[in-house]
């Protein structure tokens, strides 16, 4: 089994910062592609940010310049640094991960379950 768990949601100000945090862990052998995504209440999922195993990443435009993706493949975690914070930002943020299991054969997506962040004065 693979399992994904976020932290770091909550309650902030505008023009204040979140960072969220996501681990992975299980029968993991290797981690290829993780992300981050958010919906907002009565919209679609929409893709935040990716980032390769190589660090390569990739940012939706309204989030250049104010959210920041890295990872720590020891730790089989993956962040978003979340500057600059507005009230369209409040979502549900999963993250994803691209993974091949011991037990479960070719590489295959596994998403956490959320963490909801709230951007409100």
């Known amino acids: 089994q693979v399992q994904l768990v976020e932290s770091g949601g909550g309650l902030v100000q505008p023009g204040g910062s979140l960072r969220l945090s996501c681990a992975a862990s299980?029968?993991?052998?290797?981690?290829?592609?993780m992300g981050w995504y958010r919906q907002a209440p009565g919209k679609e999922r929409e893709s935040v940010a990716t980032i390769t195993s190589g660090g390569r990443t990739n940012y939706a435009d309204s989030m250049k310049g104010r959210f920041t993706i890295s990872r720590d493949n020891d730790k089989k975690t993956v962040y978003l640094q979340m500057n600059s914070l507005k009230p369209e930002d409040t979502a549900v943020y999963s993250c994803n991960a691209d993974v091949l299991s011991y037990r479960s054969g070719p590489y295959r997506i596994y998403w956490g379950q959320g963490t909801q962040v709230t951007v409100s004065s």
């Open positions: 299980g029968t993991i052998a290797s981690i290829n592609t």
